[in-house]
């Protein structure tokens, strides 16, 4: 297993981590709990988790594998998405007792969407609880978690409250966040990708994600990992593991990992380009738009229409979990056209609009 110093916090990172979200069997304590002790024997030194991940029983798992663990052999990190700092603190509590720890080593501000978002956790007190706690030795480091576009976290991150940010990214997003990844590179503070799979996207559909494959990677979850820490501002790839055939998968792909260099990175980006003909790359220059329609996130949703053969459910759960948009505003386009003069992949975006759900 690779390591990687996590920003500034002195410590050293898995370049894989445990993502706590996708146990196969969470009622099933016992099992659960083995596929985290079979990742931390294979390497992995950091896991993550969060109070509702698996029908709320993702913590009680990990605090089930942890007592078996040296308290030194692993990192933990778990999230607070409350505003007042009164909730934070009942939620912090709650994680501390679950996962059986005196310390959570990474506490993220969970899922900011939008810059008024960032405000509100001010202004109710939840960032103020969080460093009190940090204070007193609750946390070791705070970070935060979003799915905001790149320029928007890089503003919440040059406020320097964070030693490190979780986002997305991934073969299909990466232009939306990579402003965001670059800027938390120039900061030095950790940076923990999420969804380098594509949500399961990128596996299930080999034959879109072919262009990712290398020499050292010859298949779709090897390369796309590769591609994610190929960037080197990435601290960890984040995978949500169902079960211990996919841990052994993921360590597998990082031993043979040889970062691409600056040519082979170019030739991705434009294989990418290529083979993403007809896909939104969320680079974001159809924006602005008269009506305030944030075109990029309604496209990608589009995207995922297009990659699970017209399953509108996966649309819906994409604007609800994954952005925070709601099916109406897409319904608000007033045909200008402006978007589509600008798309760089001159995408039929008025129709899309129009086809989505
Ligand atoms: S065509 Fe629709 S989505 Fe595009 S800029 Fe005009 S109003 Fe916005
Ligand atoms: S719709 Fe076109 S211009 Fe807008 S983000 Fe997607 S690819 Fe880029």
């Given at each position: 297993?690779?390591?990687?110093?996590f920003g500034k916090t002195?410590?050293?990172?898995?370049?894989?981590?445990?993502?706590?979200?996708?146990?196969?069997?969470?009622?099933?304590?016992?099992?659960?709990?083995?596929?985290?002790?079979?990742?931390?024997?294979?390497?992995?030194?950091?896991?993550?988790?969060?109070?509702?991940?698996?029908?709320?029983?993702?913590?009680?798992?990990?605090?089930?594998?942890?007592?078996?663990?040296?308290?030194?052999?692993?990192?933990?990190?778990?999230?607070?998405?409350?505003?007042?700092?009164?909730?934070?603190?009942?939620?912090?509590?709650?994680?501390?007792?679950?996962?059986?720890?005196?310390?959570?080593?990474f506490l993220y501000i969970?899922?900011l969407?939008?810059p008024?978002?960032w405000e509100?956790r001010q202004?109710?007190?939840a960032i103020e609880?969080a460093l009190?706690?940090k204070e007193?030795?609750?946390i070791g480091h705070l970070l935060c978690s979003s799915?905001m576009?790149?320029e928007g976290l890089s503003k919440v991150l040059d406020e320097e409250i964070f030693e490190g940010v979780l986002l997305?990214?991934?073969?299909?997003?990466?232009?939306?966040?990579?402003a965001a990844v670059e800027q938390a590179g120039k900061q030095g503070i950790g940076v923990?990708?999420?969804?380098?799979?594509?949500?399961?996207?990128?596996?299930?559909?080999?034959?879109?994600?072919?262009?990712?494959?290398?020499?050292?990677?010859?298949?779709?979850?090897?390369?796309?990992?590769?591609?994610?820490?190929?960037?080197?501002a990435?601290?960890?790839?984040?995978?949500?593991?169902?079960?211990?055939?996919?841990?052994?998968?993921?360590?597998?792909?990082?031993?043979?990992?040889?970062?691409?260099?600056?040519?082979?990175?170019?030739?991705?980006?434009?294989?990418?380009?290529?083979?993403?003909?007809?896909?939104?790359?969320?680079?974001?220059?159809?924006?602005?738009?008269?009506?305030?329609?944030?075109?990029?996130?309604?496209?990608?949703?589009?995207?995922?229409?297009?990659?699970?053969?017209?399953?509108?459910?996966?649309?819906?759960?994409?604007?609800?979990?994954?952005?925070?948009?709601?099916?109406?505003?897409?319904?608000?386009?007033?045909?200008?056209?402006?978007?589509?003069?600008?798309?760089?992949?001159?995408?039929?975006?008025?129709?899309?609009?129009?086809?989505?759900?």
């Amino acid at each position: 297993m690779l390591y990687r110093p996590f920003g500034k916090t002195g410590k050293n990172i898995s370049v894989i981590s445990f993502g706590g979200m996708r146990f196969s069997t969470p009622k099933n304590l016992e099992k659960s709990a083995d596929t985290l002790l079979h990742a931390q024997q294979q390497g992995i030194n950091y896991f993550d988790t969060a109070p509702i991940y698996c029908g709320d029983r993702s913590e009680d798992i990990f605090g089930h594998a942890f007592r078996q663990l040296p308290r030194e052999s692993f990192y933990v990190s778990t999230k607070c998405s409350q505003a007042t700092g009164e909730n934070l603190r009942k939620s912090l509590e709650r994680s501390l007792q679950r996962l059986g720890v005196e310390q959570i080593d990474f506490l993220y501000i969970w899922h900011l969407m939008n810059p008024e978002d960032w405000e509100n956790r001010q202004q109710q007190g939840a960032i103020e609880a969080a460093l009190q706690a940090k204070e007193e030795g609750l946390i070791g480091h705070l970070l935060c978690s979003s799915h905001m576009e790149g320029e928007g976290l890089s503003k919440v991150l040059d406020e320097e409250i964070f030693e490190g940010v979780l986002l997305g990214y991934n073969a299909i997003n990466f232009p939306y966040r990579r402003a965001a990844v670059e800027q938390a590179g120039k900061q030095g503070i950790g940076v923990v990708t999420m969804n380098p799979l594509g949500g399961g996207l990128i596996p299930q559909n080999p034959e879109h994600f072919a262009f990712l494959k290398t020499a050292t990677a010859n298949d779709v979850v090897s390369a796309a990992l590769q591609f994610n820490l190929s960037h080197p501002a990435i601290t960890t790839a984040l995978v949500g593991f169902a079960d211990i055939q996919e841990i052994d998968q993921a360590v597998a792909a990082v031993d043979s990992f040889i970062p691409y260099n600056k040519e082979q990175q170019r030739e991705l980006q434009k294989n990418i380009e290529v083979s993403f003909n007809g896909f939104c790359t969320g680079c974001g220059y159809c924006l602005p738009c008269p009506v305030d329609i944030p075109i990029p996130k309604y496209l990608d949703s589009y995207n995922q229409l297009i990659l699970t053969n017209g399953n509108r459910q996966a649309v819906l759960d994409r604007y609800r979990m994954h952005w925070n948009i709601t099916p109406q505003q897409a319904k608000e386009c007033i045909a200008c056209g402006a978007c589509e003069e600008r798309c760089t992949q001159h995408l039929p975006i008025i129709q899309r609009l129009a086809e989505l759900p």
